[in-house]
């Protein structure tokens, strides 16, 4: 077995992009290990959050209509003063 290393992308999709063509290799199978390097951006970190949170059933009875006991009426304004 040969390997072969190159540098490639996963978009936000999650999706592996490789930018170049692999002119030798045509038609075949291959095995694929990919290697993440141990720092996380701190933007895709951020994501990762919040996709994570969103699609996260825990919180599905933030939905239930409810939930929501609070009016742009209630309460009092807070001044801020200098």
């Given amino acids: 077995?040969?390997?072969?290393?190159l540098e490639a992308e996963i978009d936000y999709d999650g999706f592996l992009k490789i930018e170049k063509p692999l002119p030798f290799i045509k038609n075949r199978s291959v095995r694929l290990i990919v290697l993440i390097s141990d720092e996380i951006?701190?933007?895709?970190?951020?994501?990762?959050?919040?996709?994570?949170i969103a699609t996260n059933p825990v919180f599905d009875f933030l939905n239930d209509p409810t939930e929501d006991i609070y009016s742009?009426?209630?309460?009092?304004?807070?001044?801020y003063e200098k």
């Fill in 1 to 5: 077995m040969q390997a072969l290393e």
């Fill in 41 to 52: 951006d701190e933007l895709a970190s951020e994501q990762l959050w919040i996709k994570s």
């Fill in 72 to 79: 742009l009426t209630d309460g009092q304004p807070f001044e």
